[in-house]
Structure formats: structure tokens, C-alpha cells
């Protein structure tokens, strides 16, 4: 690989970062192929916020944190904390202290496979933050886990440095090697939604817009059903 197409794939990481916050995670998840869903049920702590960025994962041992009180030498501006643990559990990986360590270093957001506490003190800081569970039982510091590793959460594998899309809808993960092919489906999706948006407004169905009419028909016409 040359110098030129690592600066080339952060520039264009950078772009899809830009535009998948825009285009939100429904979308991007769509236009995916329905792949990369982080399928948990995420709290998000402050509403209303739309995040992309990558991803720097956190796998603890059970039930302590103390790789992320590690992790945070590594954050980097832009980055997405991804905390797990091997099975999710209410127990608070997060909190204040360490969330204001995580934003003075740039962080972009915190996906917690977990639970956080000091909601009131992590809204002030606007960082945003999704999160499993919201629990005040603390965690141990004594087990070693590993930093920028594949992890899985929701279902879904995230690599270091793949992206993250987060909004209120929930998480969707594009790995690495499908950036540009996503965004470009993605950029297609809104295009077509935005016409279609416009024919709605203008009180067409989307009933018809889909040919869910015919389908319908056709299914009940093989299946020798009347009206």
C-alpha cells in the first residue's frame, strides 16, 4: 500500500463520518443490505443527537472497568468508545470521571455494552453517550482485558476503526472495507426518498409508490381469494 492510499481511505472516512451523520442510521442501515445493526436495546443519554466516527473498542473483564481507565491514553479526537464486556450486565463501566477524560481527548461519542451512572453530570458535559443500562452498582478494577480488538455487540462485529453511526433510532456499524460502497447506496437512498417525500406531500401513496396495490392483488388472484 502507498502513502497516498492510506490518506486517501481517511479522507474518504472522514467524508462518510460527515455525511452518515446527515443521512442518519435508519438510512445507512438500509442501505447497507440491512447489514451492521447493533441490535441492543441502547439508551440515549442526550436525545436528539446525531454521531459518526470510529471505532475504538473496550472489551472488560466481567463486570470491571479497568481497561477503560486504559483505554483513555488511546482516545483519539473523533473516536467512538465501544465498551463490552463478554455478556452484558448492569453494572456501571461509565461515569463521570471517566466520560470527562474521554471528552478532553476528542471522543466523538460512547457506546456502552453496560451500564453508566452520574446521568445528570454526563448530560452537562455533552458528551453523548448510548448506553444498555443506566445503573449505579460499580465496577471492579482488577481484570485485564484488551484494547482495539474485534468486538461484538448487538449482534454485530465491530473491528478498530470501523465506523459507527448512532442516533435516537439506535447503532449501525459499516466495517472498513465498505465505506465508499455504503455511502454511495446511501447517497442513492436519500436521493430517492427525498422525490419520494415530494410525491407523499403531494398526496400520492406510498401504497401504490411501491406496487404493494398489485402485489396484493396478484397474491390474492393465485390464491383464488375475492374481495
Known amino acids: 500500500m502507498t502513502t497516498r492510499e492510506p490518506q486517501a481511505h481517511e479522507s474518504l472516512v472522514a467524508q ?3 455525511e452518515f451523520v446527515e443521512l442518519g442510521v435508519a438510512t445507512v442501515y438500509e442501505a447497507s443490505g440491512r447489514q451492521g445493526l447493533i441490535d441492543a436495546p441502547l439508551v440515549p443519554i442526550l436525545t436528539g443527537r446525531r454521531v459518526a466516527g470510529t471505532a475504538l473498542t473496550v472489551l472488560c473483564g466481567q463486570g470491571d472497568n479497568l481497561m477503560v ?3 483513555m491514553e488511546h482516545v ?3 473516536s467512538v468508545l465501544v465498551i463490552t464486556m463478554p455478556e452484558p450486565e448492569p453494572v456501571a463501566l461509565v461515569g463521570e470521571l471517566l466520560a470527562i477524560q474521554a471528552h478532553v481527548r476528542g471522543a466523538a461519542a460512547l457506546l456502552v455494552d453496560a451500564a453508566v451512572r452520574d446521568l445528570e453530570e454526563l448530560r452537562a458535559m455533552e458528551l453523548p453517550v448510548w448506553t444498555r443500562f443506566v445503573r449505579v452498582r460499580g465496577a471492579t478494577k482488577e481484570k485485564v482485558g484488551e484494547i482495539d480488538i474485534p468486538v461484538v455487540v448487538g449482534g454485530a462485529r465491530i473491528e478498530p476503526r470501523d465506523i459507527i453511526v448512532l442516533d435516537d ?3 449501525v456499524v459499516v ?3 465498505r465505506v465508499a460502497s455504503v455511502l454511495d447506496a446511501a447517497r442513492a437512498r436519500a436521493e430517492r426518498e427525498a422525490r419520494m417525500r415530494e410525491r407523499l406531500r403531494a398526496g400520492e401513496l406510498s401504497f401504490d409508490l411501491h406496487g404493494l ?3 396484493i392483488a396478484d397474491r390474492r388472484s393465485g390464491q383464488g381469494i375475492g374481495r
Do not use: I, N, T, Y
Request: charged residues 30%; proline residues 11%.
Open 16 to 18: 462518510a463520518c460527515r
Open 169 to 171: 433510532d439506535g447503532a
Open 76 to 78: 483519539f479526537p473523533g
Open 213 to 215: 396495490r398489485s402485489l
Open 69 to 71: 481507565h486504559a483505554v
Open 175 to 177: 466495517p472498513r472495507d
